[in-house]
């Protein structure tokens, strides 16, 4: 079965400066796709990027992008120049061959004035 | 197109009740899933169709749980004799078919059940 593990509860960042949120998974699948869900407070989720797995080239979105190691299972959301709408929880997903997605537990992320 | 909707927004129940929720998806997609969030965690699957065929179920879904997207646009989410352990938020999203496509979410239906 894949899993997904975000080991950061909480982060914070100051407005302007970069953070990265970091995301693992296991799957012996080798067609997938990743995922990261910004969920607001209150608000519905959308997507914020996302990385099809037999894409060597790391997705970019704005000030959104990621680190893609397939070898490693591991992939982490870079966001430059925070803006204090970036506060949400971030959820990293992973959807394969099932038409499900599997998150994980969520970063909640706060940016600082 | 505004998205996906769900209503209600928010549930307060009685232990034992029966509740409904709906979703209506964006207009063009096909599939429609179900997920359930409770605090501090993140979305869990629950079920999901492709049009009106319910093709998948999580073992999630207890007999108490029941969903139906009769013509192939919006669905219900029934869940009968409502416990304190059913309190979450029920997430709906949409996609076209075809695998892998990104789903779009709606805002959630909270349950609270006292």
């Known amino acids: 079965a894949q899993t997904v593990t975000q080991s950061q509860p909480e982060m914070s960042v100051q407005e302007a400066e970069t953070v990265t949120l970091s995301c693992t998974y296991d799957?012996?699948?080798?067609?997938?796709?990743l995922f990261w869900y910004k969920q607001p407070p209150s608000r519905q989720m959308i997507l914020v990027i996302r990385q099809e797995a037999y894409k060597q080239q790391n997705a970019t979105e704005n000030r959104f992008s990621v680190n893609f190691q397939k070898a490693a299972k591991s992939f982490s959301l870079k966001i430059s120049d925070s803006q204090l709408g970036d506060a949400a929880m971030y959820f990293c997903?992973?959807?394969?061959?099932?038409?499900?997605?599997?998150f994980g537990t969520g970063t909640l992320l706060a940016v600082q004035p | 197109d505004t998205g996906v909707s769900q209503d209600p927004r928010h549930k307060i129940t009685k232990r034992g009740q029966n509740v409904t929720f709906r979703c209506d998806p964006i207009s063009e997609h096909n599939r429609l899933y179900w997920y359930r969030q409770t605090l501090g965690q993140g979305p869990e699957f629950l079920t999901y169709?492709?049009?009106?065929?319910?093709?998948?179920k999580s073992r999630l879904l207890s007999d108490r749980f029941s969903a139906e997207r009769p013509k192939g646009s919006f669905s219900t989410l029934e869940i009968q004799r409502t416990e304190q352990g059913d309190s979450a938020m029920y997430l709906c999203?949409?996609?076209?078919?075809?695998?892998?496509?990104?789903?779009?979410f709606g805002a959630g239906t909270r349950l609270s059940v006292l």
């Open positions: 997903a992973y959807g394969g061959a099932t038409n499900k997605l599997i």
């Open positions: 169709f492709q049009n009106e065929a319910q093709l998948e």
């Open positions: 999203a949409s996609s076209p078919s075809g695998t892998k496509n990104i789903q779009y």
């Open positions: 799957t012996s699948e080798s067609d997938y796709y």
